[in-house]
């Protein structure tokens, strides 16, 4: 049985779905087989795949609305099955899947609580993005069935609007950021009247919708109490739709003008249950996934570390709680990271982790900067995961770390030497250098963990 509120949302929702195809030029988008969206959500997901492809892999997308976004993973290969609750959205979507042609692309009308019984399977992926948990009055069902739905060692996404982007005011012309609604969960909806949808100026006939504000606390609340982990977390400054009025339009989406303060728009979280293995997740130990899973091990394993104490760095941890985690542990998940060949294949992650005036002695003697780098292992042709060990960390002064260790393999076994700039958060690295080391050298190491 609905609610009278979300009863009325359906009313609002199945009204929108004529006008969202004409907005969204679903025409153009089925007739061509090289549109696909959800550019975000794809990036967002593909360091947690196989090789960060999404050919073959089982999805489901919860609220997909007339399943644009949907689609675009089926255009990329993934079994795709679209729920939500709209009779008339699933109606328009299933006709879209056809004349796209995507029969790897579904869709079940159902409210994300029945998703679990009505499909009756598990996936290797579960998504939610772009103006969904505000249309939900409780998240402790809706991460339930997240946890139901996933398979284990399955991948959630949720990409949504930041709550402290949806308490500013909508109706302002001075450009202000104010605060106008509620931050914290309440379960009393706020009642809207737009008289519109945020697609067009149609005026709608159901146009009083209901909906719930829900802060961070509560979000990771439920995913935690539902039993998933938080693998990453974070807040975007760019959103896919016009959610302020002073938003200015930009390649990477929605952002504030540069005159203003800056605010999170979206925030992203990917979850799992990293207590269960699957297929999808073992076969990570090649690709990027395996920087992924080191880093999170390495969340709970600093006291392996041998270093000086270096201090903390706010960060959310392996729990998912908001805490501090020392430098040794950023800074070793961000050299593997950048011994993953799809980091190294990604320029503008890569520019993330170094300083701007970044320095590299290359093992020919060879200097390298910052630009002459990220081009070179933008050619790389290296897809190895090297065994990492012998860490130690040194404070050079208040800013600066020292870091050593070993590698094998990568693709040949080598001593490097990084310094780390901690003045800033993340930190990013200043200067490296990789020494060759000869066989002997490395067999009195042999033996240990391999991470
Ligand atoms: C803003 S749309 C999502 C848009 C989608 N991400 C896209 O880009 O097309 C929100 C969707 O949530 C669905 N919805 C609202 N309340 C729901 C509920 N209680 N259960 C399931 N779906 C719901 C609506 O029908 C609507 O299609």
Same mark, same amino acid.
């Given at each position: 049985?609905?609610?009278?509120?979300?009863?009325?949302?359906?009313?609002?929702?199945?009204?929108?779905?004529?006008?969202?195809?004409?907005?969204?030029?679903?025409? !153009?988008?089925?007739?061509?087989?090289?549109?696909? &969206?959800?550019?975000?959500?794809?990036?967002?997901?593909?360091?947690?795949?196989?090789?960060?492809?999404?050919?073959?892999?089982?999805?489901?997308?919860?609220?997909?609305?007339?399943?644009?976004?949907?689609?675009?993973?089926?255009?990329?290969?993934?079994?795709?099955?679209?729920?939500?609750?709209?009779?008339?959205?699933?109606?328009?979507?299933?006709?879209?899947?056809?004349?796209?042609?995507?029969?790897?692309?579904?869709?079940?009308?159902?409210?994300?609580?029945?998703?679990?019984?009505? #499909?009756?399977?598990?996936?290797?992926?579960?998504?939610?993005?772009?103006?969904?948990?505000?249309?939900?009055?409780?998240?402790?069902?809706?991460?339930?069935?997240?946890?139901?739905? #996933?398979?284990?060692?399955?991948?959630?996404?949720?990409?949504?609007?930041?709550?402290?982007?949806?308490? @500013?005011?909508? $109706?302002?012309?001075?450009?202000?950021?104010?605060?106008?609604?509620?931050?914290?969960?309440?379960?009393?909806?706020?009642?809207?009247?737009?008289?519109?949808?945020?697609?067009?100026?149609?005026?709608?006939?159901?146009?009083?919708?209901?909906?719930?504000?829900?802060?961070?606390?509560?979000?990771?609340?439920?995913? /935690?109490?539902?039993?998933?982990?938080? $693998?990453?977390?974070?807040?975007?400054?760019?959103?896919?739709?016009? !959610?302020?009025?002073? /938003?200015?339009?930009?390649?990477?989406? &929605?952002?504030?003008?540069?005159?203003?303060?800056?605010?999170?728009?979206?925030?992203?979280?990917?979850?799992? +249950?990293?207590?269960?293995?699957?297929?999808?997740?073992?076969?990570?130990?090649?690709?990027?996934?395996?920087?992924?899973?080191?880093?999170?091990?390495?969340?709970?394993?600093?006291?392996?570390?041998?270093?000086?104490?270096?201090?903390?760095?706010?960060?959310?941890?392996?729990?998912?709680? #908001?805490?501090?985690?020392?430098?040794?542990?950023?800074?070793?998940?961000?050299?593997?990271? /950048? @011994?993953?060949?799809?980091?190294?294949?990604?320029?503008?992650?890569?520019?993330?982790? /170094?300083?701007? +005036?970044?320095?590299?002695?290359?093992?020919?003697?060879?200097?390298?900067?910052?630009? $002459? #780098?990220?081009?070179?292992?933008?050619?790389?042709?290296?897809?190895?995961?090297?065994?990492?060990?012998? &860490? !130690?960390?040194?404070?050079?002064?208040?800013?600066?770390?020292?870091?050593?260790?070993?590698?094998?393999?990568?693709?040949?076994?080598?001593?490097?030497?990084?310094?780390?700039?901690?003045?800033? $958060?993340?930190?990013?690295?200043?200067?490296?250098?990789?020494?060759?080391?000869?066989?002997?050298?490395?067999?009195?190491?042999?033996?240990?963990?391999?991470?």
């Amino acid at each position: 049985m609905l609610s009278d509120h979300v009863e009325a949302n359906m009313r609002n929702w199945d009204e929108r779905v004529e006008d969202h195809l004409v907005a969204y030029n679903a025409s !153009a988008f089925v007739r061509n087989p090289s549109a696909v &969206w959800a550019g975000v959500e794809a990036k967002l997901l593909a360091p947690f795949l196989p090789n960060g492809s999404f050919v073959g892999v089982d999805m489901v997308h919860l609220q997909c609305h007339i399943g644009l976004d949907t689609l675009s993973f089926a255009r990329r290969g993934a079994n795709i099955v679209g729920t939500d609750l709209s009779r008339e959205a699933i109606r328009a979507a299933v006709d879209l899947a056809e004349r796209a042609g995507l029969p790897n692309a579904t869709f079940v009308q159902c409210a994300n609580e029945d998703a679990p019984d009505l #499909l009756g399977r598990s996936f290797d992926v579960v998504f939610t993005s772009v103006g969904v948990l505000t249309w939900l009055s409780d998240l402790d069902p809706w991460a339930q069935s997240i946890h139901r739905l #996933l398979r284990p060692g399955g991948v959630f996404l949720v990409y949504d609007g930041h709550p402290m982007m949806n308490v @500013m005011e909508y $109706e302002r012309d001075d450009g202000k950021l104010v605060v106008g609604e509620p931050y914290f969960h309440s379960t009393s909806p706020i009642r809207f009247d737009d008289g519109v949808t945020y697609a067009s100026d149609t005026r709608m006939a159901n146009s009083v919708t209901y909906q719930w504000p829900h802060d961070l606390a509560v979000i990771f609340g439920s995913l /935690l109490g539902a039993g998933l982990e938080i $693998e990453a977390f974070d807040e975007h400054q760019a959103m896919p739709w016009k !959610a302020l009025p002073n /938003l200015e339009p930009t390649d990477a989406g &929605w952002v504030l003008p540069g005159t203003s303060p800056k605010i999170p728009l979206m925030f992203s979280i990917v979850a799992g +249950d990293l207590t269960r293995s699957c297929p999808v997740r073992r076969v990570l130990s090649r690709s990027v996934g395996l920087a992924n899973i080191q880093k999170r091990r390495l969340l709970g394993r600093a006291d392996q570390v041998k270093s000086e104490r270096l201090g903390s760095i706010a960060m959310i941890n392996q729990r998912g709680r #908001l805490g501090r985690v020392g430098y040794e542990t950023v800074i070793k998940a961000a050299e593997l990271d /950048l @011994m993953s060949s799809v980091t190294r294949r990604d320029g503008l992650r890569v520019k993330t982790l /170094l300083h701007q +005036d970044f320095v590299e002695i290359g093992r020919s003697g060879r200097l390298w900067d910052r630009e $002459e #780098l990220v081009r070179a292992l933008i050619q790389e042709d290296i897809d190895e995961s090297p065994v990492v060990d012998e &860490w !130690a960390f040194v404070a050079l002064s208040r800013n600066l770390v020292l870091v050593t260790y070993l590698v094998c393999g990568f693709p040949n076994d080598s001593r490097h030497a990084s310094i780390w700039d901690i003045s800033v $958060e993340p930190p990013v690295m200043r200067f490296h250098q990789g020494t060759p080391v000869t066989q002997a050298v490395v067999e009195r190491s042999v033996g240990r963990r391999r991470m």
